[in-house]
């Protein structure tokens, strides 16, 4: 699959199907196809989905080694811009759920509708600890290094250990929106957890879509962090989903 020049980026992406565009915007510590495994085959059938690799992820290849939320935005924004996609669904797990909250504020043009899976929309910085690479080698974790190394060599070049601070670093930072600014989103969202989510869970999602006007939630019963993956209740939520675009 291709690569393509977005500004200091060679930008890794999958495209699959046909129809209106589909933005997935994977999590942290993963990449575009992993994140959706259980989501293409689903979303292919409708339409036109892409699955790009972020800045400092999977097999995207940039010299410097930093990058952060509002900056992998801006990346998204170029990336449509290159591929001359003027519009587009934004589907985000995690820190892509918060990429596509950036894209919402900023870029309302751009956005036809917003669908977060595991973000409250606010920063939360617990549990960033357990992902600095100092913590995974004294606790002899060996076989998530091994899958860093794997998932991310032609973006951090071997050097994993910088992928986790940064990872990190990001966790603790990011999202900066105020309540304001989510309040300014005009696209239609929904907004997705687990019910078992230690990262966003029914209360902050229900705050969330309080902010921003129109919007729903719906809590995955008994999903963790990653409800959509395989092994937890990727059906349930693609049928959300899909209703939730062919409705708006």
Not at 144 to 169: C, V
Not at 183 to 188: A, G, K, N, T, V
């Amino acid at each position: 699959m291709p690569y393509i020049q977005v500004k200091d980026l060679e930008m890794f992406y999958e495209k699959m199907g046909n129809g209106d565009n589909i933005i997935f915007l994977h999590s942290g510590y993963s990449r575009g196809i992993l994140a959706f495994a259980g989501q293409m085959l689903d979303f292919q059938k409708k339409y036109t989905c892409y699955f790009p690799d972020f800045r400092g992820h999977g097999r995207t290849r940039c010299a410097s080694l930093e990058w952060s939320t509002p900056q992998i935005s801006d990346d998204i924004l170029e990336f449509m811009n290159q591929l001359g996609i003027i519009k587009a669904h934004f589907i985000g797990y995690s820190l892509g759920a918060n990429v596509g909250l950036y894209l919402a504020v900023n870029h309302p043009e751009r956005v036809s509708t917003l669908t977060t899976i595991g973000t409250g929309g606010f920063c939360d910085p617990t549990g960033a600890e357990e992902f600095e690479p100092e913590w995974m080698i004294e606790k002899g974790l060996h076989d998530m290094i091994n899958q860093m190394i794997e998932r991310h060599e032609e973006a951090h070049k071997g050097n994993w250990e910088e992928h986790m601070r940064q990872s990190a670093q990001d966790w603790r930072l990011y999202p900066q929106l105020t309540e304001n600014q989510l309040s300014s989103i005009e696209c239609p969202a929904l907004f997705i957890t687990g019910e078992h989510d230690p990262f966003a869970g029914e209360e902050r999602v229900k705050r969330l879509a309080s902010l921003v006007k129109g919007s729903n939630y719906f809590v995955v019963p008994g999903g963790s962090h990653r409800p959509h993956m395989v092994r937890e209740n990727p059906i349930l939520v693609n049928d959300t989903i899909l209703q939730f675009l062919v409705i708006e």
